[in-house]
C-alpha cells in the first residue's frame, strides 16, 4: 500500500528551524528519489529539494544552503531540516517521489513563518 505522513510542521519566527518528516510506505518510494514539494498560497506546488536512494542532493536555489534533506530507508522515512525560515518558505509542505511516479499525494504539513 502506497502512503505518506507528513508532519513537523509549525508556526516559527523568521531566522528560526524546524524540521520535517515524512513516513513513507510502498517500493515505489523505496527505490527511487524522493523529495519535498511545497505549495504557497496562490501559487503551484514546486520541487524544493530532492535525494536519490545514493544520497546525493539537489536543492531549488530559493532553499540551497538553509534546507537539507535525508533519508533513513531503513526507517521509510523522509526528512527535511529547514534552517533561517524566511516568511517566503510559508507553504504546504508534501513529500513525494522525484520525478512524480503517480502516487496520491499526502495531506502535508503547513509551515508558517512569521516576520
Known amino acids: 500500500q502506497v502512503q505518506l505522513v507528513e508532519s513537523g510542521g509549525g508556526l516559527v519566527q523568521a531566522g528560526g528551524s524546524l524540521r520535517l518528516s515524512c513516513a513513507f510506505s510502498?517500493?515505489?518510494?523505496?527505490?527511487?528519489?524522493m523529495g519535498w514539494y511545497r505549495q504557497a498560497p496562490g501559487k503551484q506546488r514546486e520541487l524544493v529539494a530532492r535525494?536519490?536512494?545514493?544520497?546525493?542532493?539537489e536543492y531549488a536555489a530559493s532553499v540551497k544552503g538553509r534546507f537539507t534533506i535525508s533519508r533513513d530507508n531503513a526507517k521509510n522515512t523522509l526528512y527535511l531540516q529547514m534552517n533561517g525560515l524566511k516568511p517566503e518558505d510559508t507553504a504546504v509542505y508534501y513529500c513525494?517521489?522525484?520525478?512524480?511516479?503517480?502516487?496520491?499525494w499526502g495531506k502535508g504539513t503547513l509551515v508558517t513563518v512569521s516576520s
Open positions: 510502498g517500493s515505489i518510494f523505496s527505490f527511487n528519489a
Open positions: 513525494n517521489a522525484a520525478p512524480l511516479r503517480g502516487a496520491q
Open positions: 535525494i536519490n536512494t545514493g544520497g546525493t542532493t
